[in-house]
């Protein structure tokens, strides 16, 4: 059974960081992806970054509102990903949720394409 937890969220500041963690167990695969969304009261929810868990291809990608100021990263040995936010905003405040996918086949910003999710953490940034 795959799951996903997790962790970090808070309250923070605006111009402060956080860092996020997702702990990811159950996948039989070598090769599959991690995506971060986060969804904010009475928005969609949106596609934050996504990580391809290989050993060939780590490349990530991120939405425009979060470029340079949010960094994904995986420990592969740990099962571990990590989203790390700086410079936040108040338009950052959402729950943050992790997401895997055996396969994406674009950005990997698409929530459809995502099969198993985690319960969600708070992020709320004062201004």
């Known amino acids: 059974e795959v799951q996903l937890v997790e962790s970090g969220g808070g309250l923070v500041q605006a111009g402060g960081s956080l860092r996020l963690s997702c702990a990811v167990s159950?996948?039989?695969?070598?090769?599959?992806?991690i995506g971060w969304f986060r969804q904010a009261p009475g928005k969609e929810r949106e596609g934050v970054s996504c990580?391809?868990?290989?050993?060939?291809?780590?490349?990530?990608y991120y939405a425009d509102s979060v470029k340079g100021r949010f960094s994904i990263s995986s420990d592969n040995a740990k099962n571990m990903v990590y989203l790390q936010m700086n410079s936040l905003k108040s338009e950052d405040t959402a729950v943050y949720y992790c997401?895997?996918?055996?396969?994406?086949?674009?950005?990997?910003?698409?929530?459809?394409?995502?099969?198993?999710w985690g319960q969600g953490t708070q992020v709320t940034v004062s201004a």
């Open positions: 997401a895997a996918a055996d396969v994406v086949y674009g950005l990997g910003l698409d929530d459809y394409e995502y099969d198993y």
């Open positions: 159950g996948f039989t695969f070598d090769d599959y992806s």
């Open positions: 990580i391809r868990i290989s050993s060939s291809d780590g490349s990530p």
